[in-house]
């Protein structure tokens, strides 16, 4: 079984930051990779970065240039920096985990952009 726990959501000020940190625990798989997305009320959840096992990313359009995936393999941990946030940056922010192509979920964490 695999457990993921967010943490880092908060409310900023548009152009502000904020680091989401997602620890992963139980049968992790060096080859598993790990991303974040988001649900922005009223709209389907959508793909916001994700990394590899071999580091590689990718990012949707919408935050390409501002936010920025990494991971610490030996904590089982990946983080989202996120910079000059906006509005429309608003939403609940969840950690998945793949691996043998089973998705594990958080359970999210609200991020609030004021303007």
């Known amino acids: 079984q695999v457990q993921l726990v967010e943490s880092g959501g908060g409310l900023v000020q548009a152009g502000g930051s904020l680091r989401l940190s997602c620890a992963a625990s139980?049968?992790?798989?060096?080859?598993?990779?790990m991303g974040w997305y988001r649900q922005g009320s009223g709209k389907p959840r959508e793909l916001v970065a994700r990394?590899?096992?071999?580091?590689?990313?990718n990012y949707a359009d919408s935050v390409k240039g501002r936010f920025t995936i990494s991971r610490d393999n030996a904590k089982n941990t990946v983080y989202l920096q996120m910079n000059s946030l906006k509005p429309e940056d608003t939403a609940v922010y969840y950690c998945?985990?793949?691996?043998?192509?089973?998705?594990?979920w958080g359970q999210g964490t609200q991020v609030t952009i004021s303007s």
């Open positions: 139980g049968s992790i798989f060096s080859s598993s990779s």
């Open positions: 998945n985990l793949r691996q043998w192509q089973k998705d594990y």
């Open positions: 990394i590899r096992s071999g580091g590689s990313t």
